[in-house]
């Protein structure tokens, strides 16, 4: 079918996976699609429903599209994803820019929504199995020539007091490992050299297929893959971080000493409360485990600020944790309760107070930050040229994921895009490093 479809992916990289599926499929049937939002026929926002902030995201863009949709820039208005999923009924009811919603379950019937409502059908919601396999559907890359996110696992078990996630993408269930293999294979193939394997519990990957926790197996073979030169992992949970896995991501090149580990605080008394697994103590003993272990590492977690259970003494600890441990990256967030969640009906600090913390650890973990990067002026970094702006060329090293870290503003000449080269920093510019290549 002739058509101009437009997609707006926004959320997490895992949510991403689905926008591309979605693009490939809509390719398939014979749409021409884009991220453009005028002059197409229908125009699909994939959002994200985890926090507060996330879902007034998703309402803005989606109130700005309903106004474009009536100034006549594209016909039809289709939301999917997991604010779909939450919200199904109340989104048809009272947006009216809406034509259909397809939950997080349903994102393989994006062709066949696409097709009622430019046949005029109105308001649609499909809302299918979100504990059904994972999807195997082929995709459109949208991130880079050279980069690329793998999906290897979908839904989560771990049931933390103050995530819906559950509710929203289903129970945990992993891929297969020859079909994740395969699919690496084939975007190696395409001439990716970076693979970011992203799950909401990466750790967990094989323990529902195998029995047991099979991410060192298959980082292994993912290691054979010739044409793949970097291999990025997102989303460990820490309790979940074994002997075998740290030796792993320490005795193989290709396996980047960049560790994203969600610990969301450190004090006990709160992760108690939050059902996290494990304590305080255990998130330092890892810590200080890793730093040991895995040479150079970088770590990058997550923060949440004001949860029910924390109090001055609370707050106070995970301010000292984060100034004494100076893990790398971190970002800060404000607790947003959800309704449905056990945590939702707990007592906790009031919502300017939580700001207010929120805000006086992110100066702390500013501070970190622009202390790592003095540090790294005179060593040298393997960089990843993602492009050029404003006449210089900036990449990332094994210390930067792409869209959280920032870059490195590389100096040199005849550099070429999408290649590695070797830098040598030099100096930080407002918060960024910036280098020559040798």
Avoid at 163 to 173: K, M, N, T, V, Y
Avoid at 394 to 417: C, F, Q, W
Wanted: net charge negative; charged share 30%; proline share 3%.
């Amino acid at each position: 079918m002739d058509g101009k479809v437009g997609i707006v992916s926004l959320g997490c990289a895992k949510n991403l996976v689905n926008t591309e599926q979605m693009m490939y499929l809509l390719s398939q049937a014979g749409y021409t699609v884009s991220g453009e939002t005028e002059n197409v026929d229908a125009v699909i926002v994939n959002t994200c429903g985890f926090i507060d902030s996330a879902k007034m995201e998703a309402i803005d863009t989606i109130i700005e599209l309903g106004q474009a949709r009536d100034s006549g820039s594209f016909r039809k208005l289709i939301i999917t994803g997991c604010l779909s999923e939450r919200y199904s009924t109340e989104m048809i009811d009272e947006m009216p820019e809406i034509d259909a919603v397809v939950g997080v379950g349903s994102f393989e019937d994006i062709v066949e929504t696409v097709n009622a409502v430019l046949n005029g059908e109105e308001k649609i919601i499909k809302l299918g199995d979100i504990n059904a396999p994972i999807s195997e559907t082929k995709r459109i890359i949208t991130t880079s020539s050279a980069w690329a996110y793998i999906k290897v696992a979908e839904g989560c078990d771990n049931r933390c007091a103050f995530c819906i996630i559950p509710e929203l993408r289903g129970r945990f269930r992993s891929r297969t490992m020859e079909n994740t293999i395969n699919e690496a294979r084939e975007l190696a193939v395409r001439g990716v050299k970076e693979l970011i394997l992203v799950a909401q519990d990466t750790t967990r990957y094989g323990l529902d297929l195998y029995g047991e926790r099979k991410l060192p197996e298959l980082l292994e073979a993912l290691c054979e893959i010739e044409e793949l030169k970097w291999i990025r992992l997102h989303y460990l949970y820490p309790d979940d971080i074994s002997e075998k896995l740290i030796d792993t991501i320490a005795s193989n090149d290709k396996i980047l000493n960049y560790i994203d580990m969600p610990i969301q605080h450190i004090s006990s008394t709160v992760l108690v409360k939050m059902n996290r697994r494990g304590n305080g103590a255990e998130v330092r003993e890892l810590i200080a485990k890793l730093k040991a272990r895995i040479p150079e590492v970088v770590i990058r977690t997550s923060i949440i600020a004001g949860l029910p259970g924390e109090g001055e003494k609370e707050f106070e600890e995970l301010c000292q944790f984060l100034q004494s441990a100076k893990i790398e990256r971190a970002g800060v967030f404000k607790y947003s309760p959800e309704d449905g969640t056990p945590a939702a009906l707990m007592e906790r600090p009031d919502s300017d107070i939580a700001q207010d913390r929120a805000d006086y650890l992110m100066d702390i973990q500013s501070g970190v930050i622009d202390e790592f990067n003095e540090n790294r002026i005179g060593s040298k970094a393997t960089v990843l040229i993602e492009g050029e702006r404003d006449g210089r060329y900036y990449g990332r090293s094994y210390a930067e994921s792409p869209d959280v870290d920032g870059y490195i503003t590389v100096l040199g000449e005849d550099i070429k895009s999408n290649e590695f080269y070797e830098v040598r920093i030099t100096q930080v510019i407002d918060g960024e490093p910036v280098g020559e290549v040798i």
